[in-house]
C-alpha cells in the first residue's frame, strides 16, 4: 500500500554523459523537502537503454537538511521517453539511509517514486512510503 508522501523536490540535470557501453549517466540537482525539512539533493544516475526503447535506471542520491542532516539514497527504476529532447517519465524504488536521530524512520522505510522531467532538462519528483 502507498502512504504519506515522504519526499518532494525539483531540480534540473546538471550534467549528461554517455559512457563507453552505450549507457547514460546523469547527474542532477534540487531543492525540496523529506519528511517536511527542507532539503537539497544531488543525484547521479546511470540508465541502461533497452532494445523496447525503456531505459533501467539506477542512482545513488545524497539529500542535506538545511539542519545540516544527511540522507544517502539507492533508486532503481525504469523511464521512457515522453517527448523532445530530456522530457521523460520514470517510475522505481528507493532505500535511504542516514545516522541522524531525527530522521531514523528513514531507515525503516521503502520509497516508490515518479520522476517527471522537461525538454529543458527540469524535473520534479515525489516519493511516498512504501507500507
Excluded: C, H
Amino acid at each position: 500500500m502507498i502512504g504519506e508522501l515522504m519526499a518532494e523536490f525539483k531540480g534540473k540535470a546538471t550534467g549528461i554523459r554517455v559512457l563507453s557501453d552505450g549507457r547514460v549517466e546523469t547527474s542532477t540537482s534540487g531543492m525540496g523537502r523529506i519528511l517536511g525539512k527542507e532539503a537539497s539533493i544531488a543525484d547521479t544516475s546511470v540508465g541502461t537503454p533497452m532494445p523496447n526503447g525503456v531505459y533501467m535506471l539506477e542512482g545513488n542520491s545524497m539529500v542535506v537538511t538545511a539542519e545540516g542532516e544527511v540522507v544517502m539514497v539507492k533508486t532503481s527504476g525504469i523511464g521512457w521517453a515522453t517527448g523532445k529532447g530530456m522530457k521523460q517519465s520514470y517510475r522505481g524504488a528507493s532505500y535511504q539511509m542516514t545516522s541522524s536521530p531525527n530522521l531514523a524512520s528513514i531507515n525503516k522505510m521503502v520509497g516508490v517514486w515518479e520522476w517527471e522531467s522537461e525538454e529543458n532538462g527540469e524535473y520534479s519528483l515525489k516519493v511516498w512510503e512504501w507500507k
